[in-house]
């Protein structure tokens, strides 16, 4: 039987590069501006398996980042003064040092962003997260793709909804989403292969159902398109929807996003501490520019700033309609 | 051979082959008609579709389907409006009823 990892490696080689992205800009290519943001995946380990997940992660995979590796992002974060981590995965949560990670990043000032799946604070020996992240004044990005549990059970597993539900409560307890320096953002993820709402009118909707139905407050909802990499992708043609929705990203191509994708301003690691522009272009294969940094152990801010980004067909995913990055909407 | 084919919906514009200043017309009426104004552009999606399906049209029931899920509608909302819709066509039928109610009586004693 073929992996979903099979599949993408399949992919990108019956792919290879895509001019049509390049073609559609005003620029001959799109290039890094700064680097304000180390996106750390520390790994593919994850409590659930969602049917929309570009890493493929799930309970079965072993790939997870080590001290080491950990330790050069310490470094490097400290020596370049890049002011955000993003750690995501994965669960992140579920390797071994991702406390040591989080305390040691917020010890040399850095704003920590962790992509939370809520789902994982039921797992064995990770009860107490909620007070650890008050305690670190660690900023929370979780998907929750819908108010409903129809939708979320469809996309992230059975029973995920409930427990979601849950572990809000509990983060909402410790302050998430009423106190000012603990902020609690949500994803919404399109459960299916179409286009994700306007994200202020979702936002609205979002609030007043989670609050009336379930007692739960949050700060902004972040509405992300679904990447045509890895299990996706796979859904996708298994479902015979790819040809579609791969025609309803290009058409949907909007200039106006391109200034404010996510890649132009961050550096993505992998868990054995490569660099690439992006955490869906990590999931690709798609590697730095060639003569740049290509590792955390070689990292220098000045010559990655600058680089030309690797582009491929799946970048229409982040500039259709308002544009989508890892923080919502790139337009409004 | 069947009279509705899925790809006929992305062709569309080919009726503008004959009459393009027709065509031109209708579509910006058509688009301007879904564009934000009193009405959400969530409330035009369900409204699209709940005459979608009181119409039939296997195009228009796809494309509003998917402009509602893409507005942030749910299948309970959508659910929703095509039962008012249809409810609507139900109840015109029946209100002809009376048509017949008054006829009886005409020639009734």
Redesign the interface.
């Known amino acids: 039987m073929e992996t979903g990892v099979q599949i993408t490696r399949e992919t990108v080689a019956r792919r290879g590069a895509d001019p049509s992205f390049t073609d559609r800009l005003d620029t001959p290519d799109l290039r890094s501006i700064d680097i304000r943001t180390l996106q750390v995946n520390v790994g593919k380990l994850c409590n659930q398996a969602c049917k929309h997940c570009h890493v493929d992660a799930s309970p079965i995979r072993t790939e997870i980042m080590g001290r080491n590796v950990i330790d050069a992002c310490l470094s490097v974060l400290d020596t370049h003064r890049i002011p955000i981590l993003d750690i995501t995965g994965g669960a992140p949560e579920l390797i071994p040092d991702f406390r040591y990670f989080v305390t040691e990043a917020k010890k040399i000032g850095t704003e920590v962003i962790v992509r939370h799946n809520l789902t994982v604070t039921f797992e064995l020996g990770q009860g107490d997260l909620p007070d650890f992240f008050a305690a670190n004044r660690v900023a929370l990005v979780s998907s929750l793709p ?1 108010f ?1 549990q129809r ?1 979320t059970d469809s996309q992230r597993g059975t029973g995920v909804f409930e427990k979601s539900v849950s572990a809000l409560r509990r983060l909402n307890a410790v302050g998430y989403g009423t106190t000012e320096d603990l902020t609690l953002d949500l994803v919404y993820n ?1 459960v ?1 292969a ?5 994200q202020s ?2 936002e609205t ?1 979002f609030k007043r159902e989670l609050v009336t139905r379930y007692g739960i407050v949050f700060n902004n909802l972040f509405t992300i398109t679904n990447m045509p990499i890895a299990r996706f992708d796979e859904w996708l043609y298994r479902s015979g929807n790819r040809e579609r929705y791969m025609q309803k990203l290009r058409s949907a191509f909007n200039p106006d996003t391109v200034g404010g994708l996510m890649c132009r301003d961050m550096v993505s690691v992998d868990w054995q501490g490569r660099l690439f522009d992006c955490d869906f272009n990590q999931m690709l294969g798609l590697p730095l520019e060639r003569g740049r940094p290509q590792t955390i152990f070689k990292f220098e801010k000045d010559v990655l700033i600058g680089r030309a980004i690797a582009t491929a067909e799946h970048c229409f995913g982040c500039t259709a309609g308002a544009g989508s990055s890892c923080g919502g909407a790139v337009v409004n | 051979m069947h009279y509705y084919n899925e790809e006929d919906l992305a062709r569309f514009g080919d009726i503008a082959k004959y009459q393009p200043a027709l065509f031109e017309k209708f579509m910006a009426w058509y688009q301007a008609c879904q564009d934000e104004g009193a009405l ?3 409330e035009k999606a369900l409204i699209g579709l709940a005459v979608a399906v009181t119409v039939q049209c296997p195009y228009c029931i796809e494309a509003f389907t ?1 402009s509602s ?4 509608s ?1 299948m ?1 909302q959508m659910t929703e409006a095509m039962h008012l819709a249809s409810a609507i066509r139900g109840g015109a039928s029946l209100i002809h009823g009376i048509q017949s109610h008054n006829a009886h009586d005409k020639v009734s004693m």
């Open positions: 819908y409903l939708e399109p299916g179409y286009l994700p709402p306007e009118a979702m909707d | 959400s552009k969530r998917n899920l893409e507005n942030g749910n309970e």
